[in-house]
């Protein structure tokens, strides 16, 4: 903490009243700045730049509260990469961390700006719909997301295509609460995933390619 201690000046800069409130400004600019990096740093995954789990909890309340007042739809969409762990172990962990990465990124391109998506832990994102209009228009959201992710990734010298399993939960009853939508998701992409699981089971060929 020594940064926010005024520095040791001669004796007879600091007894000029300007000079003394001039280096106190300054050393409060360096403050206001460690605070925000510090903030940011708390509130955000420092491998992807995708809010964290403490953001997601903060902005899913917000606006479930918001969807509330204003009668609007609300969606939480749990996203997990299928076979994530033969990932790392094929290509090295290097390569997994580039893969969430870019996930990160295409989801962010997906979305609107009023959407967030969030990095949950390991493979597991979150995206927060907060203003959905129209007739059932989750799933339309869904099926662009899970295109954009099956693009191939370029990892390294590899190219590599993945799948994902998304599960979706809407906000209707005003007393859910976050954990109960997010456990619903939850659940929800557990079920596509062994059904996906088990697909893949009866088509060896369509599982992981590099
Ligand atoms: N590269 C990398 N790997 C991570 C990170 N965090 C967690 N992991 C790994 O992510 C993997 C997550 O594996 P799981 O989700 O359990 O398994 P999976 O292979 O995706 O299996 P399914 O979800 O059932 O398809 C584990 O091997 C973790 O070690 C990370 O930040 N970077």
């Not at 730049?49 to 969606?75: I, K, S």
């Not at 994102?125 to 959201?141: H, N, Q, S, T, Y």
Request: glycine fraction near 4%.
């Amino acid at each position: 903490m020594s940064c926010f201690v005024l520095p040791k000046r001669k004796a007879h800069q600091l007894r000029s009243p300007a000079r003394a409130n001039h280096l106190l400004y300054k050393q409060l600019a360096k403050l206001t700045v460690l605070l925000r990096k510090a903030q940011y740093l708390a509130d955000h995954d420092p491998l992807t730049g995708l809010p964290n789990r403490r953001l997601l909890y903060d902005r899913l309340q917000q606006a479930m509260v918001m969807a509330a007042r204003e009668q609007r739809q609300l969606a939480v969409l749990m996203i997990d990469v299928d076979q994530f762990k033969a990932v790392n172990d094929r290509h090295g962990h290097a390569a997994g961390d580039q893969l969430l990465q870019q996930v990160a990124q295409r989801l962010t391109h997906c979305l609107r700006s009023s959407d967030t998506a969030c990095r949950l832990g390991g493979d597991e994102f979150v995206v927060i719909l907060p203003e959905l209009k129209g007739e059932d228009p989750a799933p339309r959201v869904v099926a662009k997301i899970q295109h954009a992710l099956a693009q191939p990734y370029l990892l390294g010298q590899h190219a590599l295509a993945i799948s994902t399993s998304i599960g979706v939960a809407l906000h209707h009853d005003r007393q859910q609460t976050a954990d109960e939508l997010l456990q619903q998701a939850d659940s929800n992409m557990y079920r596509n995933k062994q059904a996906a699981s088990a697909t893949r089971a009866a088509q060896p060929q369509a599982s992981l390619q590099s």
